[in-house]
């Protein structure tokens, strides 16, 4: 069974004839493959924090589940001390932040792939938008060749808000509705593996879904398990690395949850308050870095269109490029 979502490689529908002249230029550019991972409602805390004792305490975990972010998502933290750069992290800096105003998933999707910090997607009932994506933009770098820009997700509303010229389609039948973040993560490894793609985004879902379900031991047990998926993507991208090229991860969330933990949206403006860690060739490593201003999750599609030389987006609604992470990058 494959799980994915393909673009096709028609041009932007934002490319002006400058524009596609940029693309096709970009398209003898050195090889690059960009792999962008989303956790569906992970809070900083634990990225950055570890274990609530709190939460903890009052969901009856034990005092030895109450561990370091380090022990949490072991991966992450050491893809940031070897090789990976973190923003948004308390003490360092500018937050990062969805721009809003609803902080829910589709919202978050939306400004992500476009890198425009105002979409037509609203709440988790649009139906998508006109706007043009990153996957819309790489996939015109490669006429012909459909499997180079893939999407794989846990959550299948994803699709609405991926492409700006509606739901992307799948290659073959997926069951309905939200599959297993295990079966997604190995969908997503195997074509990773298989085909090197141009551009692969892997959207896991469980942590939020445990979220509203109030459970913060099966939130913890989900985290744990996409950083484990995470440590095997990096090594993938590390072995791409080795042989010339170049590579970039980027992993964040769609919005962050209510101090509350169960929630967030609109009315949780601290749901706003989402993290990143990246890593790759093709980026600069530097541990934790201090943003030189609040950034977005608009501004993470801008940062991926610098590193595959498409051109800017010149919207007024469109994001910036984090500077941060492509200073002194190889």
């Not at 902080?103 to 992500?112: D, I």
């Not at 403006?269 to 950034?295: C, D, K, N, T, Y």
Request: net charge negative; proline share 7%.
């Amino acid at each position: 069974m494959t799980g994915c979502l393909l673009a096709t490689s028609k041009p932007s529908v934002n490319a002006s004839q400058s524009g596609r002249r940029e693309l096709a230029a970009s398209a003898n550019a050195p090889g690059i493959t960009l792999v962008l991972v989303t956790l569906d409602g992970v809070r900083w805390h634990e990225v950055f924090e570890g274990v609530d004792a709190e939460l903890a305490r009052t969901h009856g975990l034990s005092p030895s589940e109450v561990v370091s972010a380090e022990a949490l998502t072991p991966s992450l933290h050491q893809i940031l001390a070897t090789h990976g750069v973190a923003l948004g992290a308390p003490g360092h800096g500018a937050p990062i932040r969805a721009s809003g105003p609803n902080f829910v998933s589709l919202p978050g999707y939306a400004e992500l792939l476009s890198g425009r910090r105002v979409t037509g997607c609203r709440d988790n009932q649009c139906t998508g938008g006109a706007e043009s994506t990153i996957i819309d933009e790489l996939a015109a770098l490669s006429p012909g060749e459909p499997g180079q820009v893939v999407a794989f997700t846990s959550w299948p509303d994803i699709a609405k808000v991926a492409s700006g010229r509606g739901p992307l389609q799948e290659p073959a039948p997926r069951p309905r509705g939200f599959r297993a973040d295990a079966l997604t993560a190995d969908l997503a490894l195997d074509y990773l593996r298989l085909h090197s793609p141009r551009f692969l985004f892997l959207g896991l879902g469980e942590p939020d879904e445990f979220g509203h379900q109030n459970d913060y031991a099966g939130y913890l047990r989900a985290v744990r398990a996409a950083d484990r998926r995470i440590a095997e993507i990096d090594a993938e991208l590390q072995r791409l690395a080795a042989r010339g090229q170049r590579t970039a991860l980027f992993v964040t969330a769609d919005h962050g949850r209510a101090d509350s933990f169960v929630e967030h949206g609109a009315q949780f403006p601290e749901s706003a308050r989402v993290w990143l860690i990246a890593a790759g060739s093709a980026l600069s490593s530097r541990g934790f870095v201090a943003a030189p201003r609040e950034r977005h999750l608009a501004d993470l599609a801008p940062t991926l269109r610098a590193l595959a030389g498409l051109p800017r987006d010149t919207d007024s609604r469109a994001g910036n490029p984090l500077s941060e992470l492509l200073a002194d990058a190889r």
